[in-house]
């Protein structure tokens, strides 16, 4: 596709349920980013890929996070036991390379756990 | 863990004036990007500036750098309605891990 793409857009759910969120990035986009962004506040970088494997996962808040890219190219994003707190928008990038430029950015899953 | 901080956390302005929004940072850095993002929406790369650089333009965009103070500055000359949006700034920490600021709210007001 021309843009990074993510589903769903929306996804309600209750505390306590799986989630998983996907992203497709830009073809031929070897990295891939997943940040989390509360209301008012900067993106917070949760996960990096570089092809399949994650290079820094250093951001996933708990073990309840897990993102895979099996193929290295899409990548989903699973939180299990949601909780209240987890509401946030969830932003996926892509970057052509590994080196330090910039990075193409999806529309973000928002997620909303009751 | 946040690398850059931008300053101010809201500006207003009437059209057609410019507005500054400024980053510091806290350690070395290659390059720093500044992004765009408007509500609800993701966020768009805007300009990149090299550590060797000190000054960068792009249409209306002037992004200056100055590593010994470890900070950076916006310039939107003759801004629109159509800049209304979050701005921020991104820095490596590291080789790969991209940190964004916790951005400034800019509102141009027709």
């Known amino acids: 596709g021309a843009g990074v793409s993510q589903t769903p857009s929306n996804k309600v759910t209750e505390k306590g349920k799986y989630v998983e969120l996907r992203c497709d990035p830009i073809?031929?986009?070897?990295?891939l980013y997943w940040y989390r962004q509360s209301l008012g506040q900067g993106p917070e970088f949760l996960i990096y890929?570089?092809?399949?494997?994650?290079?820094?996962d250093s951001g996933l808040p708990n073990d309840r996070f897990f993102a895979v890219r099996p193929e290295g190219s899409v990548s989903t994003l699973k939180i299990q036991r949601t909780e209240r707190g987890d509401s946030a928008v969830y932003l996926c990038?892509?970057?052509?390379?590994?080196?330090?430029?910039?990075?193409?950015f999806g529309e973000g899953s928002r997620l909303t756990v009751l | 863990s946040q690398q850059g901080e931008e300053d101010p956390q809201a500006l207003s302005i009437q059209e057609g004036e410019n507005a500054t929004m400024n980053c510091s940072y806290k350690t070395s850095i290659n390059n720093l990007q500044w992004y765009r993002q408007n509500s609800g929406r993701g966020l768009v790369h805007l300009i990149l500036?090299?550590?060797?650089?000190r000054e960068k333009h792009s249409g209306r965009l002037r992004v200056t750098l100055d590593t010994s103070k470890k900070s950076s500055s916006l310039l939107i000359t003759a801004s629109r309605a159509a800049d209304t949006a979050s701005y921020f700034c991104a820095t490596y920490q590291g080789a790969q891990k991209l940190v964004f600021g916790q951005g400034t709210r800019l509102t141009i007001n027709p």
């Open positions: 500036i090299r550590s060797n650089e």
């Open positions: 890929f570089q092809g399949t494997g994650a290079a820094d």
């Open positions: 073809s031929g986009h070897t990295a």
């Open positions: 990038a892509s970057s052509l390379t590994v080196t330090t430029g910039e990075l193409f």
